[in-house]
């Protein structure tokens, strides 16, 4: 029987988490690499995106972990605690974690991949004024730049086409000047 067949077994073909029937899909309960039914759990489509922070937390959504934190399932249990901890600036999130009781072990794992520090914001790449750049933006530079490395200058009001996000770095985009490929801070473009 396949990971996924059992999931939805235990599951009655509902998420985990909040209940839905939409797109269920496998949600590896991180860090354990290897698919098992005892590190595994069966979400939704929104659950899974706020999970995998392609999404902002939606905190009326996560009001369902009133209900699934005292699923019998560790897997559930842990990643409601996660949850509820990047929810600590609601007030219902901190009286749920107050009500949950963790042994050594569980606690070890819900603490192990830092998902409980994380902010509830999406990081996203903003220009000087705030607004949101995608990749393939076209963006001016507020500042005259020296390239390092380089004696390319880009000078204030230089236009940057086909912008690229840094993945790693939300305050930095890769775009050409000059026929030159180089890195520039967010802080110091408007989108065009």
């Known amino acids: 029987m396949s990971l996924e ?6 599951s009655n073909n509902q998420c985990e988490l909040c209940s839905s029937t939409n797109n269920l899909s496998v949600y590896d309960v ?6 098992r039914i005892g590190d595994s759990i069966l979400v939704c489509e929104t659950c899974s995106a706020q999970l995998n922070k392609k999404e902002a937390l939606d905190s009326k959504h996560w009001n369902c972990l009133l209900e699934s934190m005292w699923s019998e399932v560790p897997a559930v249990q842990v990643v409601a605690w996660r949850i509820l901890s990047r929810l600590r600036n609601e007030s219902w999130a901190v009286d749920a974690l107050d009500l949950l009781y963790f042994d050594d072990d569980m606690l070890a794992w819900a603490k ?29 530079l507020t500042k005259s730049l020296d390239v390092k490395g380089s004696n390319v200058n880009a000078k204030l009001g230089t236009v940057v086409k086909n912008i690229r996000l840094v993945h790693d770095n939300h305050e930095q985009i890769e775009g050409k000047i000059e026929g030159q490929m180089i890195v520039i801070l967010t802080k110091y473009l408007r989108k065009g």
């Open 112 to 140: 192990s991949t830092g998902d409980h520090e994380i902010s509830s914001e999406v990081e996203v790449h903003k220009d000087a004024n705030g607004n949101v750049l995608q990749n393939g933006d076209s963006v001016v």
């Open 30 to 35: 991180p860090p354990n690499p290897q698919q």
């Open 5 to 10: 067949t059992e999931l939805k077994t235990r």
